[in-house]
C-alpha cells in the first residue's frame, strides 16, 4: 500500500508541474528559440507529457531522480545539502508538540471546568484558528523585530527557535485537545475505579493507568502530524528563509525546475509512510488488544499449518 501510495503521489506531482503554464527555460535572458529548443530536447521536454512520465519513470526505478534544469546538479545531491535541515526542525518540532501538547491536555483533562482547563481551551482554539504562516510571521514581528530576543534561522548562527516554535503550534494545538479528550475517557473507565478500589495512589492511577491509556490513540496522531510538519515546511521556511528541503521546493516551483519538486514530493512521500508504518508498530507494540488479535492470529495460522 505504501509503494502504491508513493507511485501516485510521484504520478500527480509530476502531471500537475507540467501543467503549469510556462516552461523552465521560457525566462532565461538573451535565449534564441533554438537555444531553448536544443535545451528542451536535451531534457526530453519537446516530447509529449506521458512519454516523458515514462521516461521519468525508468530513471527513478533505477535509482535516478535527474539532475536540476537550472544548474545541471544531481538531484540527490541537492536534497541530500537540504532535508537534513527540514527533518532536524521537523524533529524538534514534534518533540516540542508532543511534550506540550501531553502536558496542556492531560492539565486540561485534570482540571476540568476549572480556570486552567479554560485558558487552555481559548489558547488551543486560538492557535488552531490561525494558519501556520500567520503564528510564524507574528513570531518574527515580535521576537526579532520588535523585542529582538531571538534571531530567525540563518547558516552562521543555527538558531531554530522560531521555525521549530512556529512548526510545533498546530500539532501542539491537535494533540492537546485529543489527549484531553482520551484522558476523560479514560478516568471514566471501569479500570480506573477498580484501580482506586485496590489502594492505589491517584498519581499511580493518574500517570500509570490513566494517562498510559489515553497516549494510544495520541500515537497514530504523532506520525500522522510528523509528516504533515514536512509538508507544512515549505512555508514556514520560506518565511524564515531556512535553507531546507521546502524552501528548496518552492524557489524550484518558480523556476519551473520539474525534477527538483518531484524528488522533494518524492522524498516526502517516502519519509511520510515511513513514519506511519513505524507508528503502526510502535502501536502494536503499546496496546495489549492488538498484541493478543497478532498472537490469536499466529496461533490459528500454525493450527492451520499442522493440520495441512
Known sequence: MAILTVFIISMITFFAMNAIPGGPFNKEKASSPAVIAALEARYNLDKPVPVQYVLYMKKLLSGDLGVSLKNGREIKAIIGESFPISAKLGLLASVVAIILGIVLGSTAALMRNKWPDRVI?????LITAMPSFVVATLLLYFFCMKLGIVQAFNAGTNQVVLPVLA???????????LTKTSMLDALSQDYIRTARAKGASEKRVIWIHALRNAL????????????????GA?????IFSVPGLGKLMVDAIKQRDYPVV????????????????LVDMLYAYVDPRIRSQYNTYKKKKAGKEEKV
Do not use: K
Open 234 to 238: 515549505v512555508v514556514i521556511e520560506s
Open 216 to 231: 494510544i490513540p495520541v500515537l497514530t496522531i504523532v506520525g500522522l502530524r510528523f509528516g504533515a510538519g514536512l509538508g
Open 167 to 177: 512548526l510545533s503550534m498546530s500539532p501542539m494545538a491537535y494533540i492537546t485537545r
Open 262 to 277: 518531484q524528488g522533494g514530493v518524492l522524498l516526502i512521500a517516502v519519509s511520510f509512510s515511513m513514519i506511519n508504518l
Open 121 to 125: 481551551v481559548f489558547f488551543i482554539t
